[in-house]
């Protein structure tokens, strides 16, 4: 049971949680989709009489079955500031990560973070690599496990506990459970909510009106699609494969051209509808460079100027690296 749980339970009779789903929203089928944790927004009353030395710190995440084995956390440390009732936020949490079925938590735990103790020196660290944990995912969730361990140790060690917290969970649906659906997750720290509870433009409201109870409110994407499905590794095999292809390449490209399309195929960032998706398009973008001069070396070689050529009388390097110039309307190397 992890920190986060054990307090939870300790607490759940002194405070208040609430899934309120989206508008529309339906429950998320496994393989069909994605999920992703974001921070909307929060209150601590107390937050101005903390002073400069002390600051609050949210370490949470998504936790859910990924590459077939045990469930994988992904976790990681942000430094909200606010001090009003509704300052809007909107912090990434964890990455957006394929469902592939099973429970998927969502843990997060806000501290009253010291700026000079052992605590307020592993956020700053952690914090600046939070943003490593992202695509390719596989990579992601052993660096957000190396961070959460890393933390664990130093809140073991220094004993601090969350000002306020939560550990819940999602099914798929007809598992019985709260099933995997587009929502916000309300965390009042008191027993019972003040009024009627409901997001109004992205906001908490308690009967209409801003809550002045500490909490926290965390809002569970769900898409069916992501808006990203060419990751930097996907993208950075399209862009050799081309330039190999416009320099004549081709046996280096068609290699390139493989090992992009067979990534994207394989892909653990993707559910398996896009996977195939994204394969295509990869091969279609790399095919396209074809006609923009990728042809054989022989034919290559028969198109080269003769050394006596003026198109070699005053040419530079950085004319050939910037492409083609245009002259009095026409172009001209």
């Known amino acids: 049971m ?5 307090w939870f339970s300790a607490k759940a009779d002194h405070v208040h949680l609430e899934f309120i789903p989206d508008p529309g929203s ?14 909307t927004e929060g209150f601590l009353a107390q937050r101005r009489s903390w002073g400069n030395d002390h600051f609050p710190a949210l370490h949470g995440g998504l936790t859910l079955n990924f590459l077939g084995t045990q469930p994988v956390g992904f976790k990681a440390v942000s430094t909200p500031a606010w001090s009003t009732p509704g300052v809007h936020l909107d912090l990434q949490v964890s990455p957006l990560v394929p469902y592939n079925g099973g429970v998927v938590t969502v ?24 943003g490593l944990v992202g695509p390719p995912l596989a990579t992601a969730a052993t660096i957000a496990e190396k961070m959460s361990e890393g ?12 000002r306020l917290g939560v550990h819940w969970s999602m099914v798929a649906p007809g598992g019985g459970g709260r099933p995997v659906q587009a929502g ?15 997001i109004v433009e992205g906001r908490l409201r308690a009967d209409g009106r801003p809550v002045l109870l500490d909490y926290l409110v965390l809002r569970v994407e769900c898409r069916e699609e992501r808006d990203d499905p060419i990751t930097p590794e996907l993208e950075q095999l399209i862009r050799r494969a081309v330039e190999d292809g416009l320099r004549g ?10 090992e992009a399309i067979v990534r994207a195929w394989t892909s653990s960032d993707l559910v398996p509808k896009d996977q195939r998706r994204v394969a295509l398009l990869i091969r279609d973008e790399i095919d396209a460079a074809r006609p923009l001069g990728v042809v054989p070396v022989e034919r290559l ?26 002259r009095g309307g026409t172009w001209a190397p």
């Open 26 to 39: 339906r429950p998320l089928v496994p393989r069909e989709g994605y999920v992703r944790l974001w921070l």
């Open 107 to 130: 843990e997060a735990g806000l501290y009253q973070v010291t700026q000079q103790g052992p605590l307020g020196a592993a956020v700053q660290v952690l914090g600046k690599l939070a």
């Open 184 to 198: 916000h997750l309300v965390v009042l720290d008191a027993p019972a909510p003040p009024g009627r509870l409901e």
């Open 151 to 162: 933390l664990e140790v130093v809140l073991e060690a220094t004993g601090d506990q969350p």
């Open 301 to 326: 070689a028969a198109r080269m100027v003769s050394r006596d050529s003026p198109e070699l009388k005053g040419l530079r390097l950085e004319e050939l690296i910037s492409g083609p110039t245009r």
């Open 249 to 258: 390449n081709t046996e280096s490209m068609n290699a390139i051209r493989t």
């Open 2 to 6: 992890s920190r986060l749980s054990q």
